[in-house]
């Protein structure tokens, strides 16, 4: 799946505001906070563009380093489609103790929202391989129904 252009600081985008999610595996503390970009979806095309924001924030005493992501996305009519790869935006970050480490990346969906929930897989220095937790996190759009339950 080809990734969506990222917005950058010199180029802002019109985004909604989310909230955070975090979850923490072994003293690795993930947090994601997702952002809808208005200016690069299109509803009357069924495309619909997130941003989302992660920081890695290694609370642990070992070093690691991200080797593999793993991603699970699914739409509004629950079809789901995994993402996996090597490390992330082209980097396989290693996160000394007490270090973190940011990135921005984005997903479409033909659905005017979703759910996105995952893994990376990192390694210490010892080469012990772990899966550690990203959170279940939600993929809203102001064009989406609103259900009451």
């Keep these: 799946m080809p990734e969506p252009p990222v917005p950058s600081p010199d180029r802002p985008t019109k985004r909604s505001q989310a909230a ?12 994601v906070k997702p952002f809808y970009l208005e200016d690069q979806s299109s509803p009357s ?12 924030e ?7 380093q991200l080797r593999r992501r793993h ?3 699914t739409d509004a009519l ?9 490390g992330v935006v082209g980097e396989q970050p290693i996160l000394q103790p007490g270090e ?5 990346s984005g997903t479409p969906l033909p659905t005017p929202s979703g759910i996105m929930v995952g893994s ?14 990203i959170p279940a996190f939600s993929l809203d759009s102001p064009h ?3 259900r009451l339950n």
Aim: aromatic share 14%; proline share 0%.
């Design 71 to 73: 991603w699970r996305i």
């Design 58 to 64: 290694n609370h642990g005493s070992e070093t690691v």
């Design 20 to 31: 955070a999610y975090a979850a923490t595996t072994r003293a690795i503390k993930v947090i």
């Design 100 to 104: 973190a480490y940011e990135y921005t």
């Design 144 to 146: 989406q129904a609103i």
């Design 45 to 56: 095309d069924d495309h619909y563009v997130w941003a989302y924001h992660v920081r890695i």
């Design 78 to 86: 629950g079809r789901m489609q995994e993402v996996r790869g090597s």
């Design 120 to 133: 990376y897989e990192m390694e210490t220095k010892a080469g012990e391989s772990f899966d550690v937790a």
